[in-house]
């Protein structure tokens, strides 16, 4: 028996608005254009009758070099039933994938390339709503870049966390565990062996990092923006409870393509600052800050840095995860997780922020319950730190901001004035820092140049090591200061994202070795002790360089990227028309 065409399911492209009759490749003809494109997708199986229904992409970013998302399979089966389920027609379609560590020189680099191949396979094929499935660090907000771009009805599903392991009895998670052991195995605290032995117990199962670092961190982020359905945030990639909440977000993507519920209409400035709320409430990664100005900007929406310092003060940490705290994201899942701490943080919230349920997040909050006793969210009345995980720094060595993660820096730090010890670049770091000569005393200032947006795609190297002679002699923290970032699983007394950045002639590009460099968190200031007749005397002698490349996407990304309070984004993605700053004043 052959399938025979109903009337919706005209090969009249004038018939249908969506599904497969949508953005119809160009022949000249139309009609012609939806003939030919369904003839080919009967070739694989389909009958008109599943045509008819709406179509709900499916983005894979399975890959050999991503265990965070080794998932990934189960993931999609689970999306493509809920999809069903709900009488959609699941398409799943191969983008970009990124891992933090298999991707040189860094991630960062290719996030907005990610961004780009999400938004145009989102423009290219025909869909009416669609999953976003990603998990390591940038995948998460290069698709919601990407998506806040195209405008289509999206939900974004995580990955989900991995297990954590256990060394000599000692729990143990990637990444923040990862930093502290090999900082003992470089002050040769422990040898070779037991390093290699924790090695193979960091990274217990497939999943993103189990403690605050930019995966969770976003994670968390796109359940506050109301993008991902309430609870998704914190399940572990090998459970049971990520797979179900695989197959709601199918069903959820059919109900908002039925019910036209697009992007813009949750990415509001009210679902930014609940996000807002959410990073400082959490100790979550400083990477957030530039993936949320990234994402804002797509919306036309610019991160205003000091109205964001405003929040952190009157937002104190709650959650106790690591490097903030001691637990994990499956320590944060039993305690009932997101909802838990969106109920504690309630009076702090825009309840009346849509979710891609169709509720608002105070309905959601309602229909999650009171809760119940737990320990790993603590209450606004007895934070486990007073202020918000990060604070915002001005100051004429960054006088566009920089920004440091205060709850899990060193508190006898914070207020600190100290001789400068300067690396112009990566390399130069990696050649000196552990040379037995290097003039460097434990109440110095780390500083490295040279590694933000436009000089080297702004990597996690701001993380300095501590240098091996200091580190051997106990000194476990010092002052750093830098245009790039850090890993969200790293802690310490670091100052990132200095701006504007040194390749582009910011302060940072004339600071020299002995200067004096003054840090007051308390304060929010990061002073530079030279005066301006000094000042100008080395910008005449060292002009700066910018840096540029002959081809390719390395031309593209340094002739376009933005500096990191907006985001590192390139200028020709962020939106056309400006709605103002977030959070608002």
Known sequence: MTDKPSQQS??????????????????????????????????????????????????????????????????????????????????????????????????????????????????????????????????????????????????????????TGS???????????????????????????????????????VGTCSVAGTASTMACIAEALGIAIPGSASPPAVTADRIRIAERTGEV????????????????????????????????????????????????????????????????????????GDHYMEDFHAAGGMPTLLRELKPLLNLEALTVTGKTLGEELEAAGPGFKQTIVKTLKEPLYPQGGIAVLHGNLAPGGAIIKQSAANPALMEHEGRAVVFENAEDLAARIDAPDLDV??????????????????????????????????????????????????????????????????????????DRIKLSVSQRSIEWMVDSAELDRRQSAQPVQVPSAERGYAHLFKKTVLQADRGADFDFLTATESKGAIPRS
């Open 10 to 163: 005209s090969i009249h492209p004038e018939a249908a608005t969506s599904g497969m009759a949508k953005g119809l490749t160009n022949y000249g003809d139309r009609g012609f254009s939806l003939f030919l494109r369904k003839a080919f997708i009967k070739g694989a199986g389909f009958t008109d009758k599943a045509l008819e229904r709406p179509v709900i992409g499916i983005t894979n970013t399975g890959s050999s070099y991503n265990p965070c998302h080794g998932n990934m399979p189960q993931l999609m089966e689970a999306v493509k039933r809920g999809i069903l389920m709900a009488g959609g027609l699941p398409m799943d379609f191969p983008t970009i994938s990124l891992h933090e560590s298999f991707s040189q020189p860094t991630s960062m680099y290719l996030r907005n390339l990610m961004s780009m191949d999400t938004e145009e396979m989102l423009r290219a094929q025909p869909m009416d709503a669609v999953v976003l499935i990603g998990g390591c660090d940038k995948t998460v907000p290069a698709q919601l870049m990407g998506a806040a771009s195209v405008g289509l009805p999206a939900v974004q599903l995580v990955t989900g966390s991995m297990l």
């Open 167 to 205: 060394h000599r009895s000692e729990r143990v998670g990637a990444c923040t565990d990862c930093r502290r052991y090999w900082g003992k195995f470089r002050a040769e605290e422990i040898d070779s062996e037991e390093i290699s032995d924790v090695n193979n117990q960091l990274v217990a199962s």
């Open 441 to 514: 005393q434990a109440n110095d200032i780390l500083v490295l140049k040279n590694i933000g947006p436009k000089a080297a795609a702004m990597p996690e190297a701001g993380y300095l090591p501590i240098p091996k002679k200091l580190a051997a002699q106990g000194v476990k923290d010092m002052v750093r200061i830098s245009d790039g970032r850090m890993s969200g699983t790293a802690f310490g007394t670091i100052v990132l994202h200095v701006t504007p950045e040194a390749a582009i002639g910011g302060p940072l590009a004339w600071v020299q070795n002995g």
């Open 253 to 324: 993507a059919v109900h908002m393509a039925r019910a036209g519920l697009t992007i813009d209409q949750i990415l509001t400035p009210a679902a930014f600052e609940n996000a807002i709320r959410v990073l400082l409430a959490m100790g979550g990664s400083t990477n957030a800050i530039v993936h949320l100005a990234a994402i804002a900007g797509r919306m036309g929406y610019e991160l205003d840095l000091k109205a964001l310092d405003v929040f952190s003060r009157n937002t104190p940490v709650l959650l106790d995860l690591k490097p903030s």
